[in-house]
Every structure is written in structure tokens, then in C-alpha cells.
Nanobody, 123 residues
Framework: QVQLTESGGASVQTGGSLVISCEISGDTSIPYCMGWFRQAPGKEREGVARIDSAGRTSYADSVKGRFTISRDNAKNALYLHMNSLKPDDTAMYYC?????????????????WGQGTQVTVSS
């Protein structure tokens, strides 16, 4: 049974930085694609960033230049480094993974999801 567990969510002030993490357990193989999504109160879940097994990345326009996604295949872990945080970044952040051959930042392409970690940015 594959499990994804996020950690590192916190409350920070505008302009601050934060790193959130996701650990995959229950499967020792490396997912082809891993991603971060977020959902703010009253809004639909949206893609933030994704990274494939070769390290190729893509980002939502709203976070380009501020967020960096990375992965440690040896630890089967995923990270999101967030800088210059804004109140609009406040959301529950979810990690997701898939072993399929696609790596597109859309929810249907991901098979496994974590429970989320809360990031709150205050002004």
C-alpha cells in the first residue's frame, strides 16, 4: 500500500520562506512523476509544480521564480522550497505521485495522494 506523508507546513509572514516535504512509503520503486498541489479555502485544488524521474520540472505561473520543487530518489522524498511567500499562497498543500508514463500537472494524472500540510501566510 503506497502512502504519501507531507510535513513542514507552518504559519509564516509575508516574504518569508518555508520548505515542505513528502515521504513515500510502501513501495520501493521510484515514481515516474511527483507533484505538489494546493487548495485554498473556497477554491478548487490547483497544480503548483511537478518533477519527473529525470528531474525535469514545471510550475504554475503563480509560483514561477519563487518556488522550487526537488526530489531525492534515494529517499523517495519530494520537497517544495517556497520563497517570497504571499497571503495568496495560503492553502493546504498536497503531494501526489504516479508510476505511469505521464507527468502533466493535472489531478487525473496522479494516482496517489497525501493528506496535506497547511501553509498559512499572514500579512
Amino acid at each position: 500500500q503506497v502512502q504519501l506523508t507531507e510535513s513542514g507546513g507552518a504559519s509564516v509572514q509575508t516574504g518569508g520562506s518555508l520548505v515542505i516535504s513528502c515521504e513515500i512509503s510502501g513501495d520501493t520503486s521510484i515514481p515516474y512523476c511527483m507533484g505538489w498541489f494546493r487548495q485554498a479555502p473556497g477554491k478548487e485544488r490547483e497544480g503548483v509544480a511537478r518533477i519527473d524521474s529525470a528531474g525535469r520540472t514545471s510550475y504554475a505561473d503563480s509560483v514561477k521564480g519563487r518556488f522550487t520543487i526537488s526530489r531525492d530518489n534515494a529517499k523517495n522524498a519530494l520537497y517544495l522550497h517556497m520563497n517570497s511567500l504571499k497571503p495568496d499562497d495560503t492553502a493546504m498543500y498536497y503531494c501526489a505521485s504516479t508510476w505511469s508514463g505521464r507527468c502533466v500537472l493535472v489531478e487525473p494524472d496522479f494516482d496517489y495522494w497525501g493528506q496535506g500540510t497547511q501553509v498559512t501566510v499572514s500579512s
